[in-house]
């Protein structure tokens, strides 16, 4: 535990850089709220649709109107969100307007994983209190600082829990004798038996299935990254690491396996890339010996 | 609310969503998802020798293909095909699961909405499991073996 750095929550500093992260947060809502609206719904014509718990209301509206509705909410909740995220009904609406979305996309047999992130954020930052102009209030600070870091937890313990079954698995086939992740193979594997679902495969997907050594690193970083994704919580020297490693695994799903995961890279570029939590800037040597596992190396040898 | 009460209740939430989310794969819910939380269970185990349900389709109007085409390669005809292969992909495996399983009434489920939801001709198709390699499969469709598990005709809709 003499690792991990619970931060100071009454930091002032900390406070400012936060509730500019949660304004760009909002603002990257209505942007991507926008994009969902014109690449999703305007063309939404799948008949498969059976519709969650929280489309409850929809059931005397037709497909087509549930549709356009919940593309209003979305609207509407990303606009109030944005002009009034000072407030919290603003950022209740907000997160009203992602909750119909996301249960509309993921009333179509499966889950849609890409704006879960979303959901889960908007959820918590309906619980920041209302600090503009009383800053100097601790208690409120200290609770506009642990609103923030909890997001990035969750964000980062939904990740440890993908590395976690990742690990499970591994266990799992060398106990059955099956080819694992510990196999130079696995990336090839993965993406070709995801390629065959699919008419358009990633557009690096042959050149890894022909090339499996290439890719077997990838996996291991991925996997390594993902498992550990919580525990770059208490580094906030890491974070930035933590953002642009998992970014990199986003890019490599679509290059690899024609997966985009676009919406989850916008919230990791918010909460990870100017972490309000990081101290001044250290060395790149610096910061690489405090990396999970390797630290462990370098603890035993001071 | 204090201070306090805020970081008991992360603490709380974060642990829950957790358990919940583990429990979503496992136990009580096959399905990975307890809406609205997911396991998170993506790519966990290395693909090795697979099995896959897959449609092959014989006939399109009065278009006939001997061989037969698989229906993922019909998006000429098929112009549902674009919106979700994931979607038509895994209506088909659970098509295939419930017919191997002997569970008739989910296969005839499953069946009228694949080809009310894919389907728009008049169809003459074959449900078939095909044993492969994936690497092998995705390079040239080689595949280890194929068994029929029936053919099926869709009229005018």
């Not at chain 1, 619970?6 to 709220?33: C, E, G, H, R, T």
């Not at chain 1, 005397?60 to 909740?77: A, C, D, W």
Request: charged share 15%; proline share 5%.
């Amino acid at each position: 535990m003499k690792y991990l750095k619970i931060p100071n929550f009454a930091d002032k500093n900390i406070l400012a850089k936060s509730q500019a992260l949660v304004k760009w947060f909002y603002f990257s809502y209505l942007f991507l709220a926008i994009s969902l609206f014109e690449s999703k719904l305007l063309f939404l014509d799948r008949m498969n649709f059976d519709p969650l718990w929280p489309l409850w209301w929809s059931k005397p509206l037709s497909n087509h109107e549930t549709f356009i509705v919940v593309g209003m909410i979305l609207l509407i909740g990303a606009f109030l969100g944005a002009l009034f995220y000072k407030k919290r009904w603003a950022r209740f609406l907000a997160f009203l307007s992602i909750f119909q979305y996301h249960a509309l996309e993921s009333s179509f047999g499966q889950p849609h994983h890409q704006t879960y992130l979303w959901l889960y954020i908007c959820l918590f930052l309906i619980f920041l209190p209302n600090i503009w102009g009383k800053e100097d209030n601790e208690e409120e600070r200290k609770k506009f600082n642990l609103v923030f870091w909890g997001s990035q937890a969750m964000i980062l313990l939904t990740y440890s829990m993908s590395g976690l079954w990742k690990i499970f698995g591994m266990f799992s086939q060398l106990s059955q004798g099956e080819i694992s992740i510990l196999s130079p193979n696995s990336m090839a594997l993965h993406i070709a038996d995801w390629g065959i679902n699919f008419q358009t495969p990633g557009v690096f997907a042959h050149f890894i299935v022909d090339n499996p050594i290439i890719g077997w690193p990838m996996l291991l970083f991925a996997t390594y990254v993902q498992l550990f994704a919580l525990y770059f919580l208490f580094k906030p020297n890491l974070h930035k690491f933590v953002g642009l490693s998992l970014i990199a695994f986003h890019l490599g799903t679509l290059l690899f396996m024609q997966i985009t995961f676009i919406q989850p890279i916008l919230i990791l570029i918010v909460f990870f890339f100017d972490s309000p939590f990081k101290k001044e800037r250290g060395s790149l040597w610096g910061d690489f010996k405090t990396l999970p596992i390797i630290e462990l190396f370098f603890k035993k040898a001071t | 609310m204090s201070f306090k009460f805020y970081k008991k209740t992360l603490l709380v939430v974060l642990v829950l969503y957790f358990a919940l989310g583990m429990l979503s794969e496992t136990s009580f819910n096959k399905s990975g998802e307890h809406y609205p939380v997911f396991s998170w269970a993506l790519f966990g185990k290395v693909p090795n020798e697979r099995h896959k349900f897959t449609v092959k389709i014989y006939k399109i109007g009065d278009e006939q293909f001997t061989n037969g085409i698989p229906f993922k390669d019909g998006k000429g005809y098929f112009s549902t095909i674009n919106q979700s292969p994931s979607g038509y992909e895994q209506m088909i495996q659970v098509m295939g699961s419930a017919f191997v399983g002997d569970d008739h009434e989910k296969f005839e489920e499953t069946r009228n909405m694949f080809e009310m939801n894919f389907i728009k001709y008049p169809v003459e198709y074959e449900l078939v499991r095909h044993t492969f390699d994936p690497i092998p499969y995705f390079r040239s469709g080689t595949i280890k073996s194929e068994e029929s598990l029936g053919f099926y005709s869709v009229l005018e809709q």
